[in-house]
């Protein structure tokens, strides 16, 4: 991640400045605020604003006219009550703005989480900057061949060094390419091709950029999926950052969130079956479990 | 209204807390915080936090780094622009959460807008308070004559009289009733009717309350449709305290909107045909206009 | 459920008529089509249309020309799998939309399901059925002594008596009153108060109607929340019967539905470790789980 | 577009097959299922489902039992009426799913419309085909030097060559190296690099495809949008189709939108007032309009 000293100065200057305000203050997420936060080789995140604290949940939950108990004990308990019995109500009414620098390729899965406010970057209206992800040679992995969705081993030796010059090069030639469309010459009789036309010769690893705005209820939502092992590494790397952000925001509800949804499991009404039968001391195989090939092999990887 | 010197102690608790922060913070909106502003003959409006301020709009617009501008006219013609070219997203980059009592035949109409967090207070789990909204004399109408949906004259005399006898009379039975079949009595052998079919009988005329969570966009939706001369006078009075509050909150955002949306007018393409044939010195009538009688009436209604 | 001969006879007629289409046909949904299925002592649900079938999720996972595979077991496979992962999209693609009555009390928790669409029967523009919920004896229940949002033992004799009276008496009066208000008489010198207001007076076991449309995935969001043994039973009731109708529209997805979500059991971190010890078995109590009593209530009431 | 044989098999497999239903059959839509609708040099849509018809709207309009009313006249006076009033529920009982190819940067503006269900096709489990958006010699325009995000005059000759030649060359060197960096090759000792990896050296004239499905509210507010002369044509030539087909499908409905969305126009509240001048026979200028240059121009613009 590089940053312009414009763009640190700015950053700076919003962090220097302090106002007094009635509203609920979170200190670890006033501490993030601003700050970018690097994200592979050129991306980052920063929290531009929230509102709301782990009080404002139970707050809401109880529909009180003032903050409510005192106790963080108790507030603590009704969150992970709330959090186990499925009330998303209450946590939507934490809300948070990030700045995301993200390659195009994870925008466009990043997207697909339809609740949230999305402001974006216009290539329609402005020229991308030439910045492109290449990944780090420890992640330049292959094909899995156990999973369509998935990678395997790393790259190794020549053909490594043969995909990342490849990925280098024809993302420098095509943002060559780019400048020199829209480059109007009235000399050479160039008038320069619109914008919202050469971006299209632009590879899914250039970077982009938006202001994105979501609820708490529904950033866990997006946490749980791409936090989650099976994510792809370059989605994975920011919603991992998001987690750490949000332990230091909402400390209680981060911590139910982690024990109910990111280390939670679900069993299906079969493999409910299949545990108490083991534990009433029953050898339970994939032939009389009942299941798939495929819900074994996610049961055995858990249960063993 | 009445607060109880609870609910008053609570608020003024809330209001005399200040804290540094480094988030926007919008003057007027502190201002307004956390005050109980009267709606009707119980309820009321809070505002409870907020996010962002005309800034946050234009910042969003532009991805900016920094807080952009800082010529607030620069961003009071960009607010104007992008209200008028119907770019909804930098206006859902603000955010307020509001506390409303309110009768549960507005919150019904109020609950069908659903782009909003809502948390009501639950009359499963805790018991209502003995509150009704009883209309003034003045807004007793008569059914509308012409419109099906809307009110006629005011009711006068006997039949007012007798109307609110009725409302007031049969608020407090059913009252009394649901006092009556929700208290158990060990010696009477009563063991108390479950609070989640109790409420059943109590009238639509009941408060309820909610924490209300919503974006600057689909508030202005919100407003536009029941702050309206068409809405029901009893959610239309909750519709302009809230007007005057986003005032004080966003006051360009909220020129831009009343100049485009509330004091606009959407024209078809028949009246604007019509008006050009006007201003090129026809004489049109509702028969030569290709209008409904319907369409004539209400375009009639503004241009006459 | 008393439906007019009118009604009957539009039913009918629609029943009757059956018309060519390429589209995708579910043979069980067919049979359902504009039945009016009775729940509690007035209320409906129709099926007024659908969209999709079990094909319909598979073909849109993998984006196919055609309508995929003709073995079911293929689909029942690739079902099984994207509700096992939480694919929800493929269950989007299926629609359904219902014409509903039932109590407003009821209607007032159903429509907290935001991700629908809905279209009530207005009270503004129409005149209210004097129709009311009136509990089955069997279903009179007190307030549960351990759970403050449920039902205890059902009440008896003298109390229960007592209690219906009292619904039926002031349900049928505040009828009558809403009757009187809205009559205009001009020889009485009486205008008839607007609708608007008058239904303010009606308790909210009247019923009211509406149609309901819902993608597949919503609807399952739906029905595992209040198919729910602790849902409401007035509300379960419509989900239960919704369930069976489900069964019949799309047996594969519905089959999948009930093994992972509404016999699923979703285990926290906590619990994970506390079977895993138990498996291996050590003899765990609510002492040396690391749960909260509320925790381990609900963990024991599954696993013993 | 060129399909491959097995595709159109498939289509007309589909189309040959007819069965009976109950639901409301939309003629000028089952003529339209299935069938690929050609757009841009690759693109497509096809309808895949529908649901619903105009008679639908006014169905749940009225909340009825039956077909309601049998007078085409009477639905086209509502649907007006509702269309007129902002009534956005009644459109939002039909529903429709649409198969769709188009290339990835036009997939990024599509998808900021977010009340719609997606499924795309996944191109980290599968490997996208070598097809590639190429303007059209007369879409290949220069940048607007009055609007920063529109464009100009089409280039020409020597430009236009090169432009074209650099998006062919880029576009297949991007692919083949694609290609190149997917292939295992064991005896060459070359694993294959990661699907979800090598994607991202694609350019965004690269197409995808998906199946998406709108209710037909939320399908209006895409197309008076992306039918819009402002709207990139890119996206505009999509939209253009579905205004096609909706026109089959629920002809009243779209005459109504055509009239008061596509064809209507917004008046702020000071071009009304600067109108009703106008009328009363007063020469209005910029200059005593009170309105901003840009919205001067914009009402010139149809105004005179």
Not at 28 to 55: C, K, S
Not at 67 to 86: A, F, N
Not at 119 to 135: G, K, M, Q, T, V
Request: glycine share 6%.
């Amino acid at each position: 991640m590089t940053l312009t000293p414009e763009q640190l100065a700015d950053i700076e200057e919003q962090r220097a400045l302090s106002q007094p305000t009635r509203r609920a203050v979170s200190p670890g997420m006033e501490e993030r605020l601003y700050t970018a936060h690097p994200v592979l080789d050129h991306g980052l995140i920063r929290v531009i604003d929230y509102m709301g604290d782990d009080n404002a949940i139970t707050q809401a939950a109880r529909v009180s006219y003032g903050r409510g108990t005192k106790k963080v004990s108790d507030d603590r308990g009704l969150i992970r009550y709330l959090m186990r019995h499925w009330h998303s109500t209450p946590f939507e009414m934490c809300e948070v703005k990030f700045h995301v620098k993200l390659p195009v390729f994870v925008a466009r899965q990043w997207i697909r989480h339809r609740t949230a406010n999305v402001n974006e970057y216009s290539a329609r209206y402005s020229i991308l900057d030439r910045e492109f992800y290449i990944p780090e040679p420890d992640q330049l992995a292959a094909q899995s061949t156990v999973n369509h969705q998935g990678r395997g081993a790393v790259l190794q030796g020549a053909e490594a060094a043969r995909v990342l010059d490849m990925l280098r090069e024809d993302a420098m030639r095509s943002y060559d390419h780019y400048e020199d469309m829209l480059t109007a010459d009235e000399e050479a009789g160039k008038q320069g091709l619109a914008r919202e036309l050469a971006r299209m010769n632009l590879p899914t690893n250039i970077y982009t950029q938006w202001y994105w705005k979501v609820d708490l209820h529904n950033l866990f939502h997006f946490l749980r999926l791409r936090a989650d092992a099976h994510a792809q590494y370059e989605i994975r790397v920011y919603a991992e950052t998001m987690c750490d952000i949000v332990k230091d925001w909402v400390p209680a509800a981060y911590e139910a969130f982690e024990d109910y949804r990111l280390g939670g499991v679900n069993l299906s009404g079969r493999a409910v079956e299949v545990l108490k039968r083991r534990l009433a001391g029953e050898t339970v195989t994939a032939e009389t479990s009942g299941m798939s090939k495929g819900e074994w092999r996610e049961f055995e990887a858990i249960w063993g």
